[in-house]
């Protein structure tokens, strides 16, 4: 067992302080890693507050992770001490199912394992994540980050990437199309990053005209807001895809009125129900598809980082002490950070 400084919510209420954990001895396919970047999540706020319930306290969060090899397993292959690597959303899965076999361990029938918050399958500890000096992962659920791409902007790449770019890839986005993406924070502007290098032709809807020029420093060739009739009535019938980043209820029938026929509105921030309700006619009369999309697999995981690497691809952060992780939380709350935060863990490693 190796002590390992990291920082946890011991309660909803607490934010994360300082705190020590134990980290398991390698198992035979296992990886060491130490732990240099580490990106901030939504996700780690709803399970440090509890918000959707079941969280395992203490909890140490984070699933982009970015280090270097320590240390390998026996039967390790793919990996060795030095290698620069990444850790995303999760760390196992049963490996039997079709799910797994296919490379979409993500949509593992007997359940994912959780970079934290989770359940080890072996041993039935807790799952702890990236804020911390290091983790030991299995091979499987470890990534190469390609020699070239920047380390700490990679980070975020293993969640706000990987969400962004398997619903592009797995409904074949391809040079010509036309794409909306529905909001414009860490999730999406990294969908027009995306888009773009597959050769669509990118529109950004947003709410806030003072957004505009941003949008377009994105790389948008257009820019819709949302809440003018006009222009939302402009675009009917004109997108093949929609992109939609949005993590809180919202009317989705204005948008899908954008999409042509047989258009397709990809939800990959909303777990919520749909308020107002959908309007079927407009999916029925026009055989228009209202999808969602999880992560990746560990394929295209690895697959994202290696399009990112060829096509100058990283995401926009800001840098941050991991003693400033409670104040990031409110910045992030109130969307005050473009896009992404990342931890520079050896904030973490020099502390007393």
């Given amino acids: 067992m190796s002590a390992t400084k990291t920082y946890a919510a011991q309660a909803a209420d607490s934010g994360l302080a300082p705190h020590n954990i134990e980290r398991r001895e390698l198992r035979d396919d296992d990886v060491a890693i130490e732990i240099d970047y580490c990106g901030v999540c939504h996700t780690d706020i709803h399970y440090v507050e509890n918000d959707w319930g ?132 860490g999730l999406g502007h990294m969908g027009v990053k995306f888009a773009k290098a597959m050769g669509a032709e990118v529109t950004i809807f947003t709410r806030s005209e003072s957004k505009v020029a941003e949008a377009k420093k994105q790389g948008a060739d257009k820019v819709i807001i949302s809440t003018d009739e006009k222009q939302m009535q402009d675009a009917a019938g004109y997108f093949d895809f929609l992109l939609d980043t949005v993590p809180v209820k919202h009317d989705l029938n204005p948008y899908i009125n954008c999409l042509k026929y047989d258009g397709t509105h990809i939800v990959v921030g909303l777990l919520e129900s749909v308020e107002p309700p959908l309007e079927m006619g407009q999916l029925v009369l026009k055989r228009r598809v209202v999808a969602g999309s999880l992560i990746g697999g560990m394929p295209e995981t690895q697959e994202v980082l290696d399009f990112c690497a060829e096509h100058d691809i990283t995401c926009d952060i800001e840098m941050l002490d991991i003693q400033n992780i409670n104040d990031a939380y409110e910045r992030m709350k109130k969307g005050d950070v473009k896009y992404r935060f990342v931890i520079d863990m050896q904030s973490l490693k020099n502390a007393d």
């Fill in 54 to 185: 079941g969280t395992i306290y203490p909890v140490v969060p984070g699933h982009e992770i970015v280090g270097h090899v320590t240390a390998v397993g026996k039967n390790v292959k793919n990996f060795k001490v030095g290698d620069n690597v990444g850790v995303g959303c999760m760390v196992d899965s049963c490996r039997e199912c079709a799910a797994c076999e296919d490379g979409l361990e993500q949509f593992c029938l007997n359940g994912m394992t959780p970079t934290y918050n989770g359940e080890d399958r072996h041993d039935g500890s807790v799952t702890y994540g990236g804020y911390s000096e290091r983790v030991v992962v299995s091979d499987r659920f470890v990534v190469k980050v390609p020699d070239g791409l920047d380390k700490a902007a990679a980070a975020p790449l293993l969640c706000a990437g990987i969400t962004t770019y398997s619903p592009l890839r797995h409904y074949g986005v391809k040079k010509g199309d036309k794409v909306g993406v529905i909001g414009m924070g």
